[in-house]
């Protein structure tokens, strides 16, 4: 079981003193933040990409060759790559380098993101979303398990005795998260290749996810790449801890209320129903100890710390507590998932 933290690099103001910190100050404070991830004992990091405010995070690749020269052990991911509007080669050409910086410490979650004007500002059209999702992932495939292919789709110019490089390492690529909030199309893809299955588990309820992973599982099996218990699935949850939970729930509220359109509900609702838990230590334990009701054993367990303007100093006090009060009972109380694992092999 891995456990790590995911960010999307949002540039908000502070709920209460409305102080908005610099793109300069945010950039590099992702890559500390990672750092201390790695200190503490998290397993993996990973950055989302979005192209519009208020988010700094349209360059993954770059943020993550920076971390990788700062870390050793953690494994670093996007949380999102655009398989929509970014060219399957650049993806192919910018994660291969990537291993060659940072060997098998390289994952990518693949996704068609969820802020629509993105796609005419890359010449495409959202309405062509899961085409696009499709094709470009088939193209990938292809980039990174043939050395010179010849190709030709809908979406961007035909590929003649083309090589992508650098080849992956070793002859094996990044391993592939495919995220979802409501498409069954990409629990699909993620099965027919036996390619992993993130459910970030925010803002909607686990119930909802649950259905995804369900129905991803049996697609797994049924494509021949094992049992549905061992299908690849991996799932998120916000998480705010402090020592006891009356200080946690005081100094979350502001940022509970600010981030209001992002869930419905109110907060004992959102916190009983879905992955975001703000308490004590031994109340995120309890909570991520119930996540298998809802998606059975699964393999990675992301959690969101630094949305809506958390400052800095605050993600830092809540590392150390993961690393000293709840990342050691995780491990010690989750079920172990199905020994298959992840794998990633050529085509």
């Known amino acids: 079981m891995e456990f790590g933290i995911f960010g999307v690099g949002d540039l908000s103001p502070h709920p209460v003193t409305g102080k908005t910190v610099s793109e300069t100050e945010r950039i590099r404070g992702i890559v500390r933040i990672a750092r201390h991830a790695d200190e503490v004992g998290f397993d993996v990091y990973a950055i989302g990409e979005h192209h519009n405010p208020p988010f700094i ?7 993550l060759a920076s971390i990788a020269a700062q870390t050793t052990n953690i494994t670093l991911s996007t949380s999102t790559t655009l398989i929509t509007t970014t060219d399957p080669v650049r993806i192919a050409e910018e994660f291969a380098t990537l291993q060659h910086l940072a060997g098998d410490r390289i994952d990518i979650m693949l996704g068609r993101g969820n802020t629509p004007e993105v796609y005419p500002w890359f010449g495409q059209d959202i309405r062509q979303g899961i085409p696009l999702a499709i094709e470009n992932y088939a193209l990938l495939r292809r980039l990174w398990d043939e050395d ?24 094996t690529p990044p391993f592939v998260w495919h ?21 970030n588990n925010l803002f909607m309820t686990m119930e909802y996810f649950k259905d995804f992973v369900d129905y991803y599982r049996a697609r797994f099996e049924h494509h021949g790449h094992g049992p ?38 109110d907060f004992d609702q959102v916190t009983t129903e879905t992955g975001l838990t ?43 507590l993961f690393g000293s009060d709840i990342l050691p009972v995780l491990r ?5 998932p199905p020994a298959a694992g992840k794998t990633r092999t050529a085509a």
Do not use: C
Request: neutral net charge; glycine residues 14%; aromatic residues 14%.
């Open 278 to 320: 703000v308490g004590s230590p031994q109340q995120v334990i309890e909570k991520v100890l119930s996540f298998p009701d809802y998606f059975g054993p699964y393999q990675r367990q992301l959690f969101g710390l630094d949305f809506g303007g958390v400052p800095e100093k605050t993600i830092h006090e809540q590392l150390d």
């Open 228 to 265: 549905a218990v061992g299908a690849i699935v991996g799932a998120g949850g916000g998480a705010f801890v402090r020592r006891n939970s009356q200080d946690a729930v005081a100094e979350y509220m502001p940022y509970f209320r600010a981030g209001s359109r992002f869930h419905s509900g």
């Open 179 to 199: 995220g979802s909030i409501r498409s069954p199309e990409i629990a699909e893809q993620a099965a027919y290749y036996g390619d992993g299955f993130f459910v």
């Open 332 to 336: 010690r109380e989750m079920p172990s």
């Open 57 to 63: 995070s349209s360059a993954g690749a770059a943020i």
């Open 148 to 171: 010179v292919i010849d190709w030709e789709g809908r979406f961007r110019a035909p590929l003649r005795g083309f090589t992508s490089m650098p080849r992956p390492l070793n002859g």
